[in-house]
């Protein structure tokens, strides 16, 4: 008798208290969210649609369009992720959504350009020293940024950027960057990422005119391989 009155008492509550739909829709995005964490993209994104399918919590919805924002960035899709960010932004201010935005816009931008491929096959020696001017004393780094070369002048705090021919300098201790010891290029977005021996990651945003921003500090010697 007790065994089937349990299933009738489960039956009963179900009747009576159905189970949300936003709550649903939360279990669907949970799923996503393990997948993704997998790298099983095309079942995450399943996942995503099930749940953004039936009635959603409102203070879920920015939740939803911004992690469909990054299943596309993750297939390719820059411009369809930058359009769901705009819906995001229609709720509410979030950083790591203006941020991405910002990113998405830069590389955007640069697609426009197209910027040529380095040829590996291609060499040849900057020197620091011509025609009597010193532009750079001891590079510590250096990078490819389109067609120009980048060279991190460790003792003098200075970046130095070079076709092979004409030379341009910024002086970054005037910008706080200072004690310079590594340097990686995004060649992406074109953001440049300087690392110092007081521990700093300082990001160089724009040259022209110079633009920069501390984006970590507290390390020991930071060594930058490379950036994702």
């Known amino acids: 008798m007790r065994r089937i009155l349990v299933p009738l008492f489960l039956l009963l ?48 919805i920015p939740e939803f369009w911004y992690f469909l924002a990054k299943l596309d960035l993750e297939e390719g899709n820059v411009q369809k992720a930058r359009e769901e960010l705009n819906n995001v932004s229609l709720f509410a201010y979030r950083p790591e959504v203006a941020y991405l935005s910002e990113m998405i816009d830069t590389v955007l931008q640069r697609r426009l350009v197209h910027p040529k491929v380095a040829d590996i096959e291609e060499s040849s020696v900057v020197e620091g020293f011509r025609s009597g001017v010193e532009y750079f004393y001891t590079p510590v780094s250096a990078d490819i940024l389109d067609e120009q070369l980048l060279i991190l002048d460790g003792s003098n705090d200075r970046l130095i950027a070079s076709d092979g021919n004409i030379f341009k300098a910024w002086n970054l201790k005037k910008s706080g960057i200072s004690q310079c010891r590594d340097m990686v290029v995004d060649k992406l977005t074109g953001w440049i990422y300087v690392a110092t021996k007081k521990g700093e990651v300082w990001k160089i945003v724009s040259l022209d005119p110079l633009e920069v921003e501390l984006v970590a500090s507290g390390y020991v010697l930071p060594q930058l391989i490379g950036v994702d």
């Open 13 to 60: 509550a179900i009747a009576i208290f159905p189970i949300d739909p936003g709550d649903v829709a939360r279990q669907h995005f949970a799923e996503a969210l393990i997948h993704w964490g997998k790298g099983e993209f095309t079942v995450a994104r399943e996942a995503l649609t099930k749940a953004m399918a039936g009635e959603v919590y409102l203070e879920d």
